[in-house]
């Protein structure tokens, strides 16, 4: 059976002549869901690709399932991980690369970061809303500069998953996934910092930052 990969299943999901329906449907589909941002309901959607399926876009780069999802929060509660908590839960509430942790700041309730996405040397910052369902949950006070490198992070991430092939990666996927059953996927493009090309055709001019944060407010981060 071909596997489909959540680039390739947005493509047909998303593409332009279903898009005005499956936008809409997807507003229905998650209020119909037990408000649990990975709740089986929030993989149905998936379920197109046939069984099994993969979120995989690259080697080491899936979505976490929702168990993994249970055993990586339940694992930063531990004394040891405290330095990498607020971290981790920054690349799985907003989709930061690792390597782009450490540029972050809070401002105005947005996080902004800087986008390593861009060649040729230009400097260009994602601003993405901060969801009023995860406040609380993150200390956005720390120092961002202080970040530990990828090396460490992947170190620690390894830790909570020795069995699996996991990487920290992995939470901006799954950031991605989760985004788009609520929102639009140029939406979610636009705060994961994507490359111009994958957003050609699509996004036409410059959302409000009133419009972003509402749609940030349809995506349930409850867990």
Not at 77 to 91: G, S
Not at 98 to 123: D, F, M, Q, W
Not at 186 to 212: A, C, K, N, Q
Request: glycine content about 4%.
């Amino acid at each position: 059976m071909k596997l489909l990969t959540c680039a390739a299943l947005s493509s047909i999901i998303f593409s332009p002549l279903i898009m005005d329906t499956n936008y809409k449907s997807s507003t229905a589909f998650a209020e119909r869901s037990n408000n649990s941002l990975f709740s089986p309901e929030a993989y149905d959607i998936m379920a197109l690709c046939g069984a099994p399926y993969t979120f995989s876009i690259r080697e080491n780069r899936r979505c976490l399932t929702p168990s993994e999802v249970a055993v990586l929060l339940e694992a930063l509660k531990r004394p040891e991980f405290t330095p990498y908590k607020d971290i981790f839960l920054i690349m799985l509430y907003f989709g930061l690369r690792p390597c782009e942790v450490h540029t972050a700041r809070i401002e105005n309730g947005y996080l902004i970061s800087r986008n390593a996405k861009r060649k040729g040397g230009k400097i260009e910052y994602k601003k993405i809303p901060i969801s009023e369902r995860i406040q609380g949950r993150i200390n956005f006070s720390i120092d961002f500069s202080k970040t530990a490198s990828v090396a460490v992070l992947e170190k620690k991430f390894n830790l909570i998953f020795p069995a699996e092939d996991l990487t920290p990666y992995c939470l901006r996927h799954t950031f991605a996934t989760v985004c788009q059953q609520y929102v639009r996927p140029d939406i979610v493009d636009i705060w994961m910092g994507d490359s111009p090309e994958r957003l050609v055709g699509r996004v036409y001019t410059h959302f409000s930052d009133e419009f972003m944060k509402e749609q940030m407010d349809k995506v349930l981060f409850d867990i």
